[in-house]
């Protein structure tokens, strides 16, 4: 169901990709870096559900590994984006905004290259568990949309009040979720 919400706010990006000035607004002088943002974190989001489908990857090693390694450099080149338009456009809005946005792309470099270190120490369920925590993080971009979009039409707060505040707690509470499932699961 998350993933299916995620291809709704990816097909309303596509837009961005027609590269007029109207549609882009205030990423007009910074298209190249949304575009490539985007690109990179749509990559992350279809690869994500691949890649923990278990028959696909107990069938398809050597591409789960392929596949793992695109979606990690479509984090850090989405990550590195993200920044780049937090600190040109997102500071426009608000300081707390941009460092909301440098926050969530920090943590989801950390994610993911955790994910890697871990499976390259063949730490499995570590592995997993990063994964899961990394593909959280992906996700942080599309909860935050929808949360806004539902503030937005309740008329609760101006963007500037909101977007912080939805931002932290799109990004942790699903984090500390994981983390409590994790625990609660670990054997001793």
């Known amino acids: 169901m998350v993933f299916l919400i995620a291809l709704f706010y990816i097909s309303r990006d596509l837009e961005h990709y027609g590269m007029k000035e109207e549609t882009l607004g205030r990423f007009w002088n910074v298209k190249w870096w949304l575009i490539c943002h985007l690109t990179t974190a749509i990559v992350a989001v279809i690869l994500g559900p691949l890649q923990f489908w278990k028959w696909f990857r107990n069938r398809n090693i050597k591409l789960h590994r392929q596949l793992g390694k695109i979606y990690i450099l479509s984090i850090i080149i989405t ?13 426009k809005i608000h300081f707390t905004w941009a460092l909301t946005l440098q926050v969530a792309a920090v943590i989801w470099i950390i994610t993911v290259l955790m994910a890697y270190r871990t499976a390259k120490l063949k730490r499995i369920q570590q592995h997993k568990e990063w994964m899961i925590r990394s593909y959280i993080v992906t996700m942080v971009f599309i909860s935050f949309r929808f949360f806004n979009d539902y503030f937005e039409a309740a008329q609760i707060g101006t963007f500037i009040e909101r977007a912080a505040t939805i931002g932290y707690l799109a990004t942790f509470l699903p984090l500390f979720l994981s983390e409590l499932v994790f625990q609660w699961n670990r054997k001793k």
């Not at 920044?83 to 500071?91: D, E, G, P, R």
Request: aromatic share 16%; proline share 0%; net charge neutral.
């Open 79 to 91: 990550s590195l984006c993200s920044s780049y338009l937090a600190w040109n456009t997102a500071i």
